[in-house]
């Protein structure tokens, strides 16, 4: 027995695995990352990847309002579709309203269905970034590093339950208790607070990168 007779006879008993279709992005103009003037102009929202203490995957929905940098909400599960996203977003829109726009990228829950359906029904732009082109969701990408280097890699998860309550808890701390650079040091909870009282914020600024 050598390797050619082992190859005839696995390609005789019908074993070749066909080949996995790479997945084509939708084409789509490049806009620039323009920091918002008002709260629930643009949110952006991501996947973040970790795992359990049994090693089973986790899925982190993070959701930031770019110009409040307020996390929204980070729901974790094992796996997230894009009619659990839509539902997300209804239940944060129940208390503040929904956004002008949503920035993504092209992650099959983003260019799902579901998702399209529920920006029709409620007048929410989708703006997708190009394919492999993180820095084109520059804000949630720095959102994400903050969280993972804080959070996902300073746990260990024993499970689901456990993985929500410390994600939870540093969301709270994260939007209550920290000092942002980008908001004059304040945190995004005490930022947001005053622009409702004084309607100031920060200068329309663009990133270009």
Known sequence: MNH????RLYREAGLAVPKRKRRKGIAIERQPL???EAPNQTWSMDFVMDS??????????????????ECLDIPVANGISGDQV??????????RGYP????TDQGPEFTSKALDQWSYDNRVELKLIEPGKPTQNGF????N???????LNEHWFRDLAHAREIIGNWRRDYNENRPHSALSCQTPLEFAADYRTT???????????
């Not at 002008?100 to 920035?103: D, F, I």
């Not at 949630?140 to 959102?143: D, G, K, L, Q, R």
């Open 52 to 69: 359990l203490e049994c090693g089973r995957r986790i899925k982190c929905l993070t959701i930031v309002d770019d110009f409040t940098k």
């Open 140 to 143: 949630i990408e720095s959102f």
């Open 199 to 209: 309607g100031k914020g920060s200068k329309l600024t663009e990133i270009t990168k």
């Open 145 to 151: 590093g903050r969280f993972r280097d804080e959070c």
């Open 34 to 36: 323009v920091l918002p």
């Open 4 to 7: 050619k007779k082992v190859y």
């Open 100 to 103: 002008q726009a949503v920035r």
């Open 86 to 95: 839509a539902r997300t977003l209804d239940a944060i829109a129940a208390f």
